[in-house]
């Protein structure tokens, strides 16, 4: 499969697997890996073209510091990502600073439509961005 290369990041190892059974149908490749220790030496360790990243109301801020983490590496820092999280409000407080990221977000829960329409729609607009830098 050639397909643009996905991460998943999510501390529900169920979702991981649904999410990447629905983008792999779809013609992306996946990877999956739980929120830990070792998270973002595996993200730098494949070679990514989107990054979508769990923030759980259990650990908040692991979520937040990978992110951050990835931006200020050479390596992952042109991979744009998508940001989800059950805390909307959060998310809607927090947009336009994780756009300047080239950061979109999705609320929690969200369909498999859903889903995959914000993963294609960032192959338009995020992508484009990651390419043309």
């Known amino acids: 499969?050639?397909?643009?290369?996905?991460?998943?990041?999510?501390?529900?190892r169920r979702l991981l697997d649904l999410a990447g059974d629905l983008l792999q149908r779809s013609g992306f490749r996946t990877v999956g890996f739980t929120l830990g220790d070792d998270t973002f030496a595996n993200l730098r360790r494949n070679h990514l073209d989107l990054i979508v990243l769990g923030a759980t109301q259990v650990r908040p801020d692991a979520a937040w510091?990978?992110?951050?983490?990835?931006?200020?590496d050479s390596r992952l820092a042109g991979v744009p990502a998508i940001l989800?999280?059950?805390d909307g409000q959060m998310l809607a407080e927090r947009a336009a600073h994780l756009r300047s990221m080239h950061c979109e977000v999705l609320?929690?829960?969200?369909?498999?439509?859903?889903?995959?329409?914000?993963?294609?729609?960032?192959?338009?607009?995020?992508?484009?961005?990651?390419?043309?830098?």
């Open 84 to 86: 989800c999280s059950p």
């Open 1 to 12: 499969m050639d397909g643009p290369m996905v991460a998943l990041v999510n501390d529900d």
């Open 65 to 72: 510091q990978l992110l951050t983490l990835a931006r200020l």
């Open 107 to 133: 609320v929690e829960p969200f369909t498999a439509t859903t889903l995959l329409a914000k993963v294609q729609a960032a192959f338009i607009t995020l992508v484009s961005w990651h390419h043309n830098d």
